[in-house]
């Protein structure tokens, strides 16, 4: 009998659009049944609330990775900037349109916001912080006009507004300003309390309010969400 050689594969299976598109008409589908009024995709395309755009502008590195502190004070890699940011094509675009193909209930898209994104980036180009800010919300605001005509609510997520309150309160309003410009669809910006798991593994006291909220009184967003 001839001996058998045992055979394997090596790397991943393609990950295939249907069953992305799959995993948006669940979340929706729930979202529904939920009698949730306001639907989002459930962000069933991401791998995280802001690399997808961050990676998808000029500007950026992509074969060298730099690196900044998460909300642990931890080393993760973030885009390295060693040029202009720009926003060359839309980014989330179809995903919205699709979106807007599965569900006849009003719909938000939301983008990462242009202060956490400056927070969640190695700089070599600008090497000002606020610079950087208002660069990524020249690109967020190209992205949001593209976005407009085909959602209802258009949010910008902004967690870092908690984790580093005192830069937010230097130059984040700005930011957040001219990322929302010239947009007449209903525009929101989202922050966070807290993760509770960020107080028990660094070992400080969880907090008692929101550490940056009532500037956002006098940003242009008309909604905020607060968790």
């Known amino acids: 009998m001839t001996a058998r050689i045992t055979t394997t594969v090596v790397g991943s299976y393609p990950q295939p659009g249907w069953a992305q598109d799959d995993a948006v008409r669940l979340a929706v589908r729930d979202m529904e049944r939920a009698g ?35 909300r642990l004070g931890r080393p993760t890699p973030v885009p390295r900037i060693v040029g202009p940011i720009r926003r060359a094509r839309p980014v989330c675009l179809d995903d919205a349109r699709f ?64 984790a580093q309150p005192d830069r937010a309160r230097a130059y984040a309003i700005p930011a957040i300003d001219r990322a929302l410009a010239g947009l007449a669809k209903p525009t929101c910006v989202h922050l966070c309390f807290g993760y509770a798991f960020t107080h028990a593994r660094t070992g400080t006291a969880k907090p008692t309010g929101y550490s940056f909220l009532p500037e956002l009184e006098r940003c242009a967003a008309r909604q905020v969400s607060i968790e």
């Open 99 to 162: 979106l807007r193909s599965v569900t006849d209930r009003p719909i938000k898209v939301t983008v990462p916001g242009p202060f956490t994104l400056a927070q969640l980036a190695e700089d070599e180009h600008y090497r000002d912080p606020a610079r950087l800010a208002m660069a990524y919300a020249e690109a967020v605001n190209a992205e949001l006009r593209d976005l407009e005509p085909h959602v209802d609510v258009l949010q910008l997520d902004e967690p870092y507004l908690q």
């Open 36 to 70: 949730v009024d306001l639907v989002t995709d459930g962000e069933q395309r991401r791998e995280s609330y802001f690399n997808q755009l961050a990676n998808a502008l000029d500007g950026v590195d992509h074969a060298r990775p730099g690196t900044a502190l998460n």
